[in-house]
């Protein structure tokens, strides 16, 4: 309860530190514009196609087009009230989605989807020291979701092979793990 993000002037100073973290392994993530939003679990529910009771971040996309025009929103939502280790795992998790927006990714399976997100939010926590980011790395190393756990093994077998710049290539170009991941 200590480190608890609870409050919004908390959020901007973390956003930026993520963002360097992020940066230093070489995962560029321009959020210029998109605010991150700490909400309490009914509201953040409320964002999502699907209800996750377990659900603790959640990037939402909104656009329109009107003649010509075509315009994108961006913004990141955060269940308020987390521990600092898993604020940081979600909002690097969403960052990513924010760099997979920004690209016009919205064609990637599952799997490759949320685990690229997940290997975001390991190589941000990989940053930290400490039992409570031992903790996260752990979580995600053995998560037994399809797409947020295999995807995440997956994904970081190809980073792990093929180096993370080639990742990143990969998952801005194609839609689905590359063979033999």
Known sequence: YGTAVFEPEEVGPLVEEVLGHLEAVGIAVDARGVPVILDDRETLLSLADEVDSTMMGYTLREGFTRGSESRVTLEVHILAGLPRSA???????ELMHVRLFRLDRLDLEPA????SCNL???LALERYAGDEFRYRRVSLEEGEDADY???FRRARRLANDRGVAEWLR????ESGFPEGY
């Open 112 to 115: 490759l989807l949320e685990g």
């Open 120 to 122: 975001a939010a390991y």
């Open 170 to 173: 990969w998952i801005g170009s």
């Open 87 to 93: 604020f940081i795992w979600i909002l690097a998790h």
């Open 149 to 151: 756990g295999e995807g």
